[in-house]
């Protein structure tokens, strides 16, 4: 709704302010919550993108959404800037960046990581820590079930995809003899 550079560019200065006062996880998930009730709400969305509406009458509705729950300070003047900025909508781009920056000053990456079956607990902690060693960061996995992948796994991490998967392997061994003939 704003751009992939303007979100960063507010998410990049709602974290400063964040990372100062010691409370980057907090903000992160005030506005997880906020980019979720957001999502969940098409009123919500047609109210605040209705240029008729005025801005008194979208704070009032702004106020009545975060009093659900309690938020920190910050992360409530920042809602009330985007507001002011006709930025509010972008809420959702700006916490996706927003995790991105948390992730890299805690030193973290995400990966999805993708099976056939269901992984047990076990499993699960090898994949992780391979990844940590590959990464040489944090890894959070993000479990998928596939059942078209018929074994194997496929990690998409860091831009990078690597492909471990059964089907993988059987379009290599069929690519090589198509070259052998």
């Known amino acids: 709704m704003i751009g992939f550079v303007l979100a960063r560019r507010y998410a990049k200065a709602v974290i400063d302010l964040a ?12 506005l997880q919550g906020v980019a979720a009730i957001f999502a969940q709400s098409p009123e919500l969305l047609h109210a605040f993108s209705d240029p008729t509406v005025s801005l ?5 509705i702004l106020e009545k959404v975060l009093a ?12 009330h800037v985007l507001l002011m900025k006709k930025r509010i909508l972008g809420v ?24 056939a079956v269901a992984l047990d607990k076990e499993e699960e902690k090898r994949i992780k820590d391979a990844l940590n060693r590959l990464s040489g960061k944090e890894v959070i996995l993000e479990l998928e079930v596939d059942a ?34």
């Open 148 to 181: 078209g992948l018929l074994g194997g796994i496929v990690a998409y991490m860091g831009g990078q995809v690597y492909d471990g998967s059964l089907s993988n392997q059987l379009h290599q061994v069929k690519e090589s003899i198509g070259k052998g003939r």
């Open 92 to 115: 959702g781009e700006i916490c996706q960046a927003y995790i991105e920056f948390a992730d890299q000053l805690a030193n973290r990456i995400r990966a999805r990581v993708v099976t």
């Open 56 to 60: 008194q009458d979208k704070e009032k």
């Open 19 to 30: 990372h100062e006062q010691g409370i980057i996880k907090e903000v992160g998930e005030d």
């Open 68 to 79: 659900r729950g309690k938020i920190k300070d910050l992360t409530l003047k920042f809602l």
